[in-house]
């Protein structure tokens, strides 16, 4: 948790500070705000801090920015964001995501483990379990999102049948080929955090693979930040 508020700047305190206000005016006025609402206070205090620290100079030519999301889905779909970590200190490779719908609400995720510190093997695993868990509960419009652009490649390509994870990327091609839509898309790792946190939970578990029916309470404030639409600048 330490980290992601540290990687995420000021918007984490002021996440936290709009938050707190509106506690205090529920208790205090019986005034109550939606998440919306919140998220909306956050996004414009963000704005009048990051304008007045701003620098401006007139010899430098800007790139234009990136602005990175968690990206939600429509109202008939799901989003599944996956990932995966590798431990090279303990010798182990994590995976984790999510499963949420047009409201952002948890439906459903999961995380596990395996022995194969690689970071390709994880990221695909996580990509397998994600799916096989939407499969399963009887979701049939998916949208799914991975922050390795070379697991979206392999799944998306033909198979290359010398590939040493060929198996499991076939596992995925034949859940794909069953009746239901599912689009797999890239996105950056600052919109995949949600999935970040529960693969690095995979880590920490005693079994190989943990369902989660409920989000657990540890990431309510990532699922928050992407509830109210935080957004981060990438160059």
């Known amino acids: 948790m ?9 918007i984490g305190p ?11 005016k529920c208790i205090f006025e019986d005034i109550k705000h939606s998440i919306q609402e919140i998220g ?21 030519v800007q790139q234009p920015a990136r602005i990175v999301s968690w990206q939600r889905p429509s109202m008939n779909s799901v989003a599944l964001n996956v990932d995966g970590n590798v431990f090279l200190d303990s010798n182990l490779g994590s995976f984790g995501g999510l499963i949420r719908d047009h409201t952002s609400s948890f439906l459903h995720g999961f995380f596990g483990k395996n022995s194969r510190p690689c970071i390709l093997h994880v990221e695909i695993s996580g990509l397998y379990h994600g799916l096989k868990l939407c499969w399963d509960i009887g979701i049939k419009h998916v949208v799914c999102h991975s922050d390795s652009t070379t697991v979206v490649d392999l799944v998306q390509k033909d198979l290359n049948v010398h590939h040493k994870y060929g198996n ?6 034949k859940l794909l080929r069953r009746d239901w839509v599912v689009s797999l898309r890239h996105t950056l790792c600052e919109g995949n955090a ?10 920490l578990s005693d079994t190989s693979l943990v369902i989660l029916n409920e989000a657990p309470p540890d990431i309510a404030f990532v699922l ?11 160059p």
């Open 224 to 234: 928050l930040a992407d509830a109210v639409g935080v957004k981060f600048v990438r």
């Open 2 to 10: 330490k980290d992601f508020i540290s990687n995420i700047g000021p």
């Open 14 to 24: 002021i996440i936290i500070w709009k938050i707190w206000c509106s506690r205090n």
């Open 194 to 203: 949600a999935a970040d946190f529960l693969a690095k939970k995979g880590a």
């Open 168 to 173: 499991l990327i076939m596992a995925i091609k």
């Open 40 to 60: 909306a206070q956050v996004l414009s205090s963000l704005h009048h801090i990051l304008k007045a620290f701003a620098h401006p100079t007139s010899h430098s």
